[in-house]
């Protein structure tokens, strides 16, 4: 992704961007973990090709006969929509065992070309996350927001990662009894956690949250949790990449998806024809380093949401000066914190993790929603948080159903590559919580010792107040999670060609100096920054669409310095 991380607290502070769909990233707590976790990484043995510095790493693996059955697919592209195709890819559960006989299969789906004459190939993306739906994404009209000249040189292609959306397995941390489905569904609201846990009772409590969701993810999927990372979905976009007919590779990923792409450029230097990643996250920061970098960004988001709110929402402005939202802001945190705020049609009302989740939700995009989070801290100002409870947990717009709602009814049930569904626990329509937490809790190493999380509390509370003590409680969910092999790294990615990194300079989620580094780490890395508020710029300005399109179809180069406006 997701960092007061993205979709409402739960599942210890998820907060989901409610803006377009590629931006709708997840990412948990605070730190861009989402996107960092991003970082990613499952890497395989010191002889496993694809893996970063290793000697390995030039071969080819279409050539590894254990492989070939994989590499050498052709996608059944059948209609799926209007305008749409789809089709299913099969890739290996795990890569260090291909002939075992375990697999994902994987929904694809493709926005051809109209202009065939002008066609450069395919351009894949990911939209977020970890856990956003790219087949979705594309259905929910993301091609035709990449701008009329990609459109006409590229297929606009996108997959469900592995775990994801209509992945077959997919995650989940629903379990098959009820005392699990309730252990699951546990979050720092319903658990009445505070946001700063400073009693041992508390801390307690807050522990016990986060391991009763870590064992409900344990009991729901934990065959699969130690092959969901990052570094394993990137082999799995080189084997889509081999089965669309492509040679080499024409990337953009959002969010989450520069820790897709980063792990694909490691792994795959050689087979990268163009690459943007926008929101970037750095794979050499820490746990705690991305959680306080993203706790900052939120508050600081937050901050300026009160300074510019007049300039973007007009009347619409829970005060005057900005001295006045400030004020009301800190006001509704004193009373959630003591009491939950009145919510029409529930008794529990939204606590304080509830506010934070709603305010970090709304720092995505602020031209479209920061009129509709000043309409809500008004109204719950005045008595009524119904309107913010709906930004704390994304249902402000409903879920998509029947054939909108991606890829499912394509998928034959009786795929031989499928797992026996009676066998299995059953996968929420938006399993993105549960992709969430599987994804970031793999990919980032987290400490055992508890101590470590309560050290973290007071330097985070003093650099980001609730937007760092609530990212620190929300990491705990990963103590005692299966760990991969990735540790926090600079990018080793010899022979890439120049990769194009976007940076918002108000980004909250994905803060602009992890754009920065990512940059100066790729041989030729290219920064393109834009000097606006907000998640992620490539779809948002003209300036930045451009940018992006005369490199994506003509490879031209971004000249250090260059910068793009609101």
Not at 81 to 91: M, S
Not at 221 to 234: F, N
Not at 470 to 496: F, I, M, Y
């Amino acid at each position: 992704m997701i960092i007061p991380w993205t979709d409402q607290l739960r599942e210890y502070l998820v907060i989901r961007a409610a803006a377009a769909p590629r931006r709708q990233a997840f990412v948990i707590a605070l730190a861009v973990l989402g996107t960092t976790t991003l970082a990613a990484c499952t890497a395989g043995s010191a002889a496993d090709p694809g893996r970063p510095g290793s000697a390995a790493a030039s071969a080819d693996p279409a050539d590894r006969p254990d492989l070939r059955r994989f590499y050498g697919q052709r996608l059944a592209w059948r209609a799926c929509g209007d305008a749409y195709q789809c089709a299913e890819l099969t890739v290996p559960m795990d890569y260090s065992r291909p002939a075992d006989g375990k697999t994902f299969v994987l929904p694809v789906a493709k926005a051809a070309t109209s202009t065939a004459g002008k066609r450069v190939g395919s351009l894949l993306y990911n939209p977020g996350g970890p856990g956003e739906r790219g087949v979705q994404a594309l259905k929910d009209g993301l091609a035709d927001e990449l701008g009329r000249g990609v459109r006409e040189h590229f297929d606009i292609v996108s997959f469900d990662p592995r775990g994801v959306g209509e992945s077959k397995p997919a995650l989940t941390c629903l379990t098959t009894t009820d005392a699990g489905a309730e252990a699951a569904d546990r979050s720092p609201e319903s658990a009445d956690a505070p946001l700063y846990p400073r009693t041992a009772s508390e801390r307690a409590e807050a522990l016990a949250g986060a391991q009763a969701t870590a064992d409900a993810c344990r009991e729901a999927s934990g065959p699969l949790l130690p092959h969901v990372g990052t570094a394993d979905a990137a082999r799995d976009l080189d084997v889509l990449r081999a089965a669309l007919g492509e040679r080499k590779l024409t990337y953009v990923g959002w969010s989450y998806g520069t820790s897709l792409g980063t792990s694909y450029a490691e792994q795959f230097p050689r087979r990268v024809r163009a690459m943007v990643l926008d929101g970037a996250v750095d794979p050499s920061l820490d746990w705690r380093q991305r959680m306080l970098g993203q706790a900052t960004g939120f508050r600081d988001a937050v901050a300026d949401y009160a300074e510019s709110c007049a300039a973007t929402a007009g009347e619409a402005c829970p005060g005057a000066t900005p001295d006045e939202i400030r004020t009301l802001i800190d006001r509704l945190l004193r009373r959630a914190q003591s009491e939950p705020l009145p919510v029409a049609g529930s008794e529990d009302g939204l606590d304080a993790a509830g506010l934070v989740s709603a305010l970090s939700l709304s720092m995505y995009t602020p031209e479209a929603q920061w009129q509709g989070l000043s309409e809500a801290l008004r109204e719950a100002d005045g008595g009524d948080a119904t309107k913010l409870a709906a930004l704390a947990t994304g249902e402000e717009e409903p879920e998509p159903t029947g054939d909108e709602a991606g890829a499912s009814d394509e998928t034959p049930s009786d795929s031989p590559d499928s797992p026996d569904s009676s066998d299995s626990p059953a996968v929420p329509e938006d399993n993105s919580e549960a992709a969430l937490i599987a994804v970031n809790c793999l990919d980032v190493p987290h400490p055992r010792d508890e101590r470590a999380y309560w050290n973290a509390l007071a330097p985070a509370d003093k650099a980001a107040g609730v937007y760092g003590t609530s990212g620190v409680t929300s990491e705990l969910v990963c103590k005692d999670w299966p760990a991969g092999d990735q540790q926090p790294h600079r990018v080793n990615a010899a022979g890439v060609p120049p990769v194009l990194v976007v940076g918002t300079a108000g980004d909250p989620a994905t803060p602009y100096g992890e754009a920065v580094s990512l940059a100066r780490q790729f041989p030729g890395g290219m920064l393109l920054s834009f000097e606006a508020p907000g998640h992620t710029g490539y779809g948002r300005n003209a300036c930045v669409d451009r940018k992006v399109e005369d490199y994506l179809v003509s490879l031209e180069k971004v000249r250090p310095g260059t910068t793009c406006a609101p």
